[in-house]
């Protein structure tokens, strides 16, 4: 309700998202051109707004229409407003101008604001954009093929078997230590598809439906972003016979999956790039920049070992993506038939100096994959702002550490950046308020179309980070708040093989541990925690579908709702160190009528609405995740 003491506080009752409780339109989530879609907010019922234009900008020329309160969905705790808006772009941007007693507010997607907003955060909708639609249903799990399971130890790299960047290959026993770098680059623990296959049951017991797998084609590196055959699965991870083997496997019990491109750089023992160093005037010599024929050449960040592919270059792009059986277009085919991509440093692709060739080499890319496949999953790796890549006509998602992992760290743990210059760390010892994290999640979304931020690839760990449990001290209530808070927040959450059952690792070489298969070994809690907040984001219309509104930020509590017209869910986490005490929480602002009745996941305690507030037990440091009953 409105306070005397704060005459603007109603602000936070007004709401919009693109979710389909607040955009209707005749197709869902699917638009298209020419399609009359309802654009709906909803406000508190006292809230002193006395008219609402909803201001759109028709092939650049700005046209306001005016909303007006629908009657049959306004109650007691709030009203609904909506107007008409016709769909005659491929890209259509909107917000709201409010007038109230207190003057005029501008609503964008980054919030209320008594200045003119910049068109950059308005709300947007996206019409003939084909989404992965079973993307939204799934939860993914990212496997490190090498450090998974051994299913098949005769096809092991063997001790010596070759020499790459002046180190000899080593084989090493299930869970042995590894070495530091550069002999760990070379160290292979037998891992493969196979043994992928003969854990699928493991995986579908955990609740897993999707598959991220790093890289697996031919390489000498365990990691194998040197790729050294785009064409053909590393015979020691099985070679294309396991892939069609674990295709048929997965399809049997509903698993998708997506496999790893490098399409920014090779290896240096790549063919091509052999090639070109013997021949500068060699068929693939233009598929590299050499600034000095053969010593010196462009590479990713300065690694000799992985020269950076030159997109100036036609034959690389027709081999790459545009050509009929182009390499990203070959394993998206039948027996293969993967579902998808991660596109390696997507940031990077296609740039270098005075080349910018990123658009038109990513719309290239896109319609090679969405000819193949529709439905395909086009997701690229990018540690920073990856917007202007997430309009619709490019990727379908970012790997979302800008938006969510880093945000998550930072709040829990504290801040930090880096880069692979010196100085590599550049860090706070002070935590984030929880106000900057909801500012973060909040501009990352508002960034982007709403069908966009569904499909964000949300994770708390990669083969790129140190373990969760590591980055959080070992602290157990920390690490199930951040679980809860993957589980639950906007976008498709991702999970670390092992996180699910407690492995730790101080750094990235850590994180690639093999995978613990001695269940005594098990913190099998935590793996009964993460089973539930999956089953809950496969099944909960209110995680799949639905919106996203902060009902509570203060110093160490954060409150959000997700909301369909269905199903309301509630999460609350508190990140300690103190215990949070019993006591209303505020949830007229998210609309929520009087009398709903709630059940808490974990303890199964029932609480109803009253005055419009939900009472909470007491919370020690953790998470509450409330249900609406039906």
């Known amino acids: 309700m409105t306070s005397a003491n704060n005459p603007t506080s109603y602000l936070s009752s007004i709401h919009h998202d693109g979710s389909k409780r607040y955009v209707l339109s005749p197709g869902g989530t699917d638009l298209h051109m020419g399609d009359e879609v309802t654009i709906r907010l909803r406000a508190a019922v006292d809230a002193p707004i006395e008219r609402i234009l909803l201001r759109t900008c028709p092939d650049g020329e700005q046209f306001f229409a005016e909303m007006h309160i629908e009657e049959s969905q306004s109650s007691t705790t709030c009203t609904w407003w909506s107007a008409k808006l016709r769909l005659n772009m ?104 196979q043994g992928v296959e003969q854990n699928l049951d493991y995986l579908t017991d955990l609740g897993i439906n999707a598959i991220y797998f790093n890289p697996i084609f031919t390489a000498y590196s365990n990691h194998r972003y040197d790729v050294l055959d785009y064409y053909k699965v590393d015979p020691h991870l099985g070679g294309d016979a396991a892939l069609i083997s674990l295709r048929h496997a997965t399809a049997q019990r509903g698993i998708r999956f997506i496999l790893d491109i490098v399409p920014n750089h090779a290896g240096v023992e790549h063919p091509w790039f052999k090639s070109a160093l013997e021949d500068p005037n060699a068929p693939t010599a233009d598929f590299f920049t050499f600034h000095k024929h053969p010593d010196e050449y462009e590479s990713w960040l300065g690694v000799r070992s992985l020269p950076k592919l030159n997109y100036r270059s036609q034959k690389l792009r027709e081999t790459m993506y545009a050509g009929t059986d182009s390499i990203f277009r070959h394993w998206l085919k039948a027996p293969y038939a993967v579902d998808g991509w991660r596109v390696d440093v997507a940031n990077m692709l296609a740039r270098h100096g005075k080349d910018q060739l990123e658009a038109e080499v990513w719309a290239g890319i896109r319609q090679a994959v969405k000819e193949e496949n529709p439905s395909a999953y086009l997701l690229g790796e990018n540690f920073f702002d990856s917007s202007l890549q997430l309009q619709g006509d490019n990727l379908d998602a970012s790997m979302n550490y800008f938006g969510f992992t880093n945000p998550i760290g930072y709040w829990l743990n504290h801040f930090e950046v880096n880069q692979h210059a010196e100085p590599r760390n550049v860090q706070s010892s002070v935590a984030w308020s929880t106000q900057a994290l909801v500012d973060s999640w909040q501009a990352s979304r508002a960034a982007i179309p709403w069908i966009i931020a569904c499909q964000q690839f949300n994770l708390l760990g990669s083969h790129d980070l140190p373990r969760i449990l590591f980055m959080l001290g070992q602290d157990q209530s920390r690490n199930r708040l951040a679980v809860a808070f993957l589980l639950t927040y906007v976008g498709v959450p991702c999970i670390y093989y092992g996180d699910e059952i407690g492995m730790s690792g101080n750094s990235a070489l850590d994180a690639r541990n093999c995978m613990e298969w001695d269940s005594s070994k098990w913190d099998t809690d935590l793996r009964a925690y993460y089973q539930t907040l999956i089953k809950l984001r496969r099944t909960s219309p209110a995680l799949i579908d639905g919106g996203f509104q902060v009902l509570l930020a203060e110093e160490n509590i954060l409150a959000y709702l997700r909301d369909t017209d269905e199903e309301q869910i509630i999460v609350v986490g508190n990140r300690g160190p103190t215990e949070y005490p019993a006591g209303p929480l505020p949830v007229a602002l998210g609309g929520i009528a009087e009398g709903t009745q709630f059940r808490e996941l974990f303890t199964c305690i029932t609480s109803t609405v009253i005055n419009g507030n939900l009472p909470l037990p007491s919370l020690p440091a953790g998470v509450q995740i409330w249900q609406t009953i039906s």
């Open 90 to 193: 491929p890209l259509t941007s909107y917000r709201f101008l409010l007038f109230t007693t207190d003057g005029a507010w501008w609503y964008n997607g980054s919030g209320p604001h008594r200045h003119v907003p910049t068109d950059a955060e308005d709300f947007r909708l996206l019409a003939e954009y084909a989404a992965p639609a079973w993307v939204r249903e799934s939860v993914f799990y990212q496997i490190f093929p090498d450090r998974f399971a051994d299913g098949d130890p005769a096809s092991n790299v063997r001790s010596g078997e070759f020499e790459y960047q002046g180190v000899k290959s080593q084989a090493r026993a299930w869970g042995e230590a590894q070495s530091n770098w550069p002999a760990a680059m070379v160290e292979f623990y037998g891992g493969d598809l």
